[in-house]
């Protein structure tokens, strides 16, 4: 994965689980879609029970993160 999105400096991953940082919504999008074209090629099976869009707080490897001004 890290070979993947190498050159992706706004998304991190560590084995299959990917985060994305963004300032605003429409750079998310932007980036999204960036991610996932790289992975298009890996025909990746998203977990949608995993998949969080826009969200201000959120846990990722066991560390709390909360977004805002």
């Not at 994305?20 to 074209?37: A, D, G, M, R, S």
């Amino acid at each position: 994965m890290d070979q993947v999105l190498k050159g992706l400096l706004f998304a991190q991953c560590y084995i299959y689980d990917v985060i994305i940082f963004n300032h605003t919504p429409k750079e998310h999008v932007k980036h999204l879609q960036q991610v996932l074209e790289c992975l298009q090629a890996l025909e990746p099976h998203l977990h949608h029970g995993k998949c969080k869009f826009f969200h201000g707080r959120f846990a990722y490897l066991g560390h709390m993160f909360t977004l805002g001004d």
